[in-house]
């Protein structure tokens, strides 16, 4: 017997499209005296939950905008941006701090550590603002070194670490309160190519668990680390590509020489 299929009449209930992070139609200006700078000009997007995504795309195209607006740090003059399904667009400065700690790692270009601070008490920083005992917080932080290769270093000081493995601090740092989210913009800046692609090791494997990744990079060969990457332009979304053949980080790191060669 032949089903016939109904036509979907009810829209509204659609179910949801588990989007971990969903931007609609957003535009964001930013005010300079006399002068108005349009930085994003209607970005729609749509992540999901276990992505690793690459945002590329020339400088002043909107990449860090993009990102502060997806880590809670800023919102949108227009548009809609949807967290978890949650409609974070309407949240007041206290409600989009309180869930940026609980939802959202950063990792940026300096790796931004005290340096009077051992790794592990740098690491541990974070847990102070979330509420879990210090004995917790102090667990979760010798978790996150150990996650990222840094068991052996944790009572060093930065002074004392080379920059891959600051930047491995850094991103335990941003582990440690268990974001939903780790966000990246330019993390591999300032290392060298081999460096690099150790945090890309570090960052398929976090991806590999399960964590979804948005990482921002200037360099198209980091890019294809990733599961997709996208293309800004001018503050607008102008590709938006799965990456075919993805290499893995720890395979590359084999045929690259390193520093003793
Ligand atoms: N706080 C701000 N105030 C005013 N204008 C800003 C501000 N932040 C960014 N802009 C402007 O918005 C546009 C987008 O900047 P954005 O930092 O998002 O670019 P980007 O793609 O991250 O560039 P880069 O690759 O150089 O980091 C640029 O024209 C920039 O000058
Ligand atoms: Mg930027």
Same mark, same amino acid.
């Given at each position: ?5 109904? /036509?979907?009449?009810h ?10 992070i969903?931007v609609a ?6 005010e ?15 992540? &999901?939950?276990?992505?690793?995504? !690459?945002?590329?795309g ?19 003059s ?8 949650i409609?974070?667009?309407r949240?007041?400065?206290k ?18 550590l ?11 920083l974070?847990?102070?603002?979330? &509420?879990?005992? &210090? ?9 996150a070194?150990?996650?990222v ?11 004392q ?18 974001? !939903? ?5 330019e /993390? ?5 190519s ?6 890309m ?37 102008? &590709? ?5 053949n993805?290499p893995?980080a ?10 003793e060669?």
């Amino acid at each position: 017997m032949a089903t016939i299929s109904q /036509p979907d009449t009810h829209p509204a209930q659609a179910p949801a499209t588990n989007a971990i992070i969903r931007v609609a139609d957003a535009h964001k200006y930013y005010e300079l005296g006399e002068t108005r700078v349009h930085a994003l000009r209607g970005v729609n997007v749509e992540i &999901h939950r276990g992505e690793f995504v !690459a945002i590329m795309g020339a400088s002043g195209s909107g990449k860090s905008t993009f990102m502060n607006i997806v880590g809670c740090l800023d919102t949108l003059s227009s548009g809609e941006y949807f967290l978890e399904e949650i409609d974070v667009q309407r949240f007041s400065k206290k409600d989009l701090a309180s869930i940026r700690n609980k939802k959202i790692g950063f990792v940026f270009q300096g790796f931004n550590l005290l340096s009077r601070t051992t790794a592990l008490e740098n690491v541990e920083l974070p847990t102070l603002y979330a &509420h879990i005992t &210090h004995a917790e917080g102090q667990r979760r932080a010798h978790e996150a070194l150990e996650l990222v290769g840094l068991g052996e270093r944790k009572l060093h000081y930065p002074s004392q670490l080379s920059g891959g493995q600051q930047q491995r601090v850094a991103i335990a740092r941003a582990l440690v309160n268990r974001p !939903a989210i780790l966000l990246a913009d330019e /993390p591999t800046g300032n290392l060298d190519s081999r460096t690099s692609v150790e945090i890309m090791d570090v960052f398929q494997n976090l991806n590999l668990g399960g964590l979804t990744v948005v990482l921002v990079t200037h360099e198209p060969d980091i890019s294809q680390f990733a599961t997709r990457t996208i293309e800004f332009r001018d503050g607008r979304i102008r &590709h938006d590509t799965p990456v075919k053949n993805r290499p893995l980080a720890s395979e590359v790191l084999k045929n690259l020489p390193t520093l003793e060669d």
